[in-house]
C-alpha cells in the first residue's frame, strides 16, 4: 500500500477533510454545509492568492497559483524566497514547500504528509504553516492583494 496514496489512506473524501479544517479554524457550521465532493478546492485568504487543496495523482496537495507576471521578479529576490521556502511546515512530505514553474505559472505546493490527518489537528498545522509562507512570499514579491 502507497503511503501517499489519499484513496487508499483515508476514509474521507476531500470535501470532509476541508469542512473538519474549516471548522477546527473556526468558520460558522452555516457557511461550510454548502461545500461539494470536488478535486479541487479553493480557499480565499484576504490579500493573498487563493490557496488550493487538490487530489491529484491520488495525493493531497495544498498549493497556490502565484501571480508573478515577470521572471526577473522571482530573480531578483530568490536569495529571500529561498531562506522562506528552507523554513520547516509541519505536516508537509520532505518538511518543505517547493516552489516551481507550472502550466499556469509559478505554483506554490506542498504533498500532505496524511498520517497528519489522522491527528486531532488534522490537517490545521500544514494549511496554516503553508499560508504562512505563501503570505511571506506574497510580501516579498510585492504581490499582496493578488
Request: proline share 4%; glycine share 6%; no cysteine.
Amino acid at each position: 500500500m502507497n503511503p501517499l496514496s489519499f484513496s487508499h489512506q483515508i476514509s474521507l473524501r476531500l470535501d470532509q477533510v476541508i469542512v473538519e479544517v474549516a471548522a477546527q479554524l473556526g468558520l460558522p457550521a452555516n457557511q461550510i454545509q454548502s461545500i461539494e465532493q470536488e478535486n479541487s478546492i479553493a480557499l480565499q485568504v484576504h490579500n493573498l492568492p487563493d490557496v488550493l487543496l487538490s487530489v491529484s495523482d491520488d495525493r493531497l496537495w495544498i498549493w497556490s497559483l502565484l501571480p508573478i507576471h515577470d521572471e526577473n521578479q522571482l530573480l531578483s529576490h530568490a536569495a529571500e524566497v529561498l531562506a522562506i521556502l528552507i523554513d520547516p511546515v509541519e505536516g508537509v512530505e520532505t518538511g518543505q514547500l517547493t516552489l516551481g514553474n507550472g502550466e499556469n505559472g509559478y505554483e506554490l505546493k506542498a504533498l500532505i504528509n496524511l498520517e497528519q490527518l489522522q491527528h486531532d489537528h488534522g490537517l490545521k498545522p500544514a494549511l496554516l504553516g503553508f499560508t504562512t509562507q505563501l503570505y511571506k512570499i506574497s510580501q516579498t514579491l510585492q504581490i499582496i492583494g493578488a
